[in-house]
Nanobody
Framework: QVQLVESGGGLVQAGGSLRLSCAASGRTFYAMGWFRQAPGKEREFVARISQSGGATYYADSVKGRFTISRDNAKNTVYLQMNSLKPEDTAVYYC????????????????????WGQGTQVTVSS
């Protein structure tokens, strides 16, 4: 079993930055992802990082602005968000994927087995 706890959300002005953290407990050497859900919208993929950290994937909407990273010694995954826009406002969730190796459907919610409770990010214009 894996428990995931997100932190680092908050209110920021457009153009600002935030860094989200996802602390994992239990068996933790999994690929990890970040998703987000804006009010009235479906949850969408943001980024993913492989078990080792050697491979990363991003949604087109955040590519070049967001960076996913991990510190396996601390069982923590990060999402550095720069140049934030009002449309980035959402609840951000981290998730863990038990599968080993590359997963072609990494952008789908059902590729992930464990989820955190989410952290709110609000970007004001």
């Amino acid at each position: 079993q894996v428990q995931l706890v997100e932190s680092g959300g908050g209110l920021v002005q457009a153009g600002g930055s935030l860094r989200l953290s996802c602390a994992a407990s239990g068996r933790t050497f999994y690929a990890m992802g970040w998703f987000r859900q804006a009010p009235g919208k479906e949850r969408e993929f943001v980024a993913r990082i492989s078990q080792s950290g050697g491979a990363t994937y991003y949604a087109d909407s955040v590519k070049g602005r967001f960076t996913i990273s991990r510190d396996n010694a601390k069982n923590t995954v990060y999402l550095q968000m720069n140049s934030l826009k009002p449309e980035d406002t959402a609840v951000y969730y981290c998730a863990a994927d038990r599968a080993i190796g590359y997963r072609a459907t990494y952008y789908k919610e059902n590729a992930y087995d464990y989820w955190g409770q989410g952290t709110q990010v609000t970007v004001s214009s």
